[in-house]
Nanobody
């Protein structure tokens, strides 16, 4: 399965962006990670095949993850962006069945990765 991420760009603080991730085949949990300069890749949000969502505390109330399972696509709607949101955003997906009792928040939980899309938020 290949993932194609799109939608990044340069915006000002307070603006919005919508990222998209198209998968070439069926996946289970889909997630978005963010890597800021000098930092490790960190989870931002995940969504299960059944629709359950999880968010990092830093984006709760501002970001919304969704998916169109029929089209194997996930979306990350990012509102009220601030400079701390700057980084390369990677979409990821699992090819393995989702456990109903947990969310997948570690990079090692994911089997497929997109190429990354740059988001830069100026103050």
């Amino acid at each position: 399965v290949q993932l194609q991420a799109s939608g990044g760009g340069l915006v000002q603080a307070g603006d919005s962006l919508r990222l998209s991730c198209a998968a070439s085949g069926r996946t289970y949990t889909m997630g978005w990670f963010r890597q800021a300069p000098g930092n490790n890749r960190a989870i931002v949000a995940t969504i299960k095949w059944a629709g359950g969502t999880w968010y990092a505390d830093s984006v709760k109330g501002r970001f919304t993850i969704s998916r169109d399972s029929a089209k194997n696509t996930s979306f990350l709607q990012m509102n009220s962006l601030n400079p701390e949101d700057t980084g390369v955003y990677y979409c990821a997906a699992r090819g393995r069945w989702d456990s109903p009792t947990r969310y997948y928040t570690e990079a090692t939980d994911y089997d497929y990765w997109g190429q990354g899309t740059q988001v830069t938020v100026s103050s």
